[in-house]
Each structure stands twice: as structure tokens, then as C-alpha cells.
């Protein structure tokens, strides 16, 4: 999505209030991203903290794109 965005894009992020630990003891939160498209879209993460890394990531809501195919 992002690197689909112009390079002239003015790409903002805003970090939302993060969830409790889910029950793996990971902390789960969203990420508002707007500048890259008409629509702001949410991508969501889940941190571990106790290996200091991200374990995953994807997006929640994003406008509809379609393809016609491989290249």
C-alpha cells in the first residue's frame, strides 16, 4: 500500500492507545496511516516485548484495489 503511494505523498501515522496483552503476552495496537490515499487506512500490529520484535502485521481497512493479473 505505502509503496504503491507517490513519492510526493506527505504520509502521516498515527499511533492509537495500544490493547492489553493478548493471552500470549504480546501487545496488540493499530496505526492510522493517511496521505497515501483519499482514505486513511489502519494496519495493525502485534509487538512481543519479551523477544524485542515484531511478530506480525496487517491491514485492517484499506480502499479496494483490483489487478487483471501477473506481470
Request: glycine residues 4%; charged residues 20%.
Amino acid at each position: 500500500m505505502i509503496a504503491n503511494s507517490s513519492s510526493k505523498s506527505s504520509l502521516q501515522f498515527s499511533l492509537q492507545p495500544p490493547s492489553d496483552y493478548n493471552k500470549y503476552e504480546q501487545i496488540e495496537y493499530t496505526v492510522s496511516v493517511s496521505g497515501a490515499y483519499k482514505t486513511p487506512f489502519d494496519a495493525q500490529f502485534v509487538y512481543d516485548p519479551k523477544e524485542n520484535v515484531l511478530k506480525s502485521g496487517k491491514i485492517a481497512s484499506c480502499p479496494a484495489t483490483r489487478s487483471r493479473g501477473f506481470y
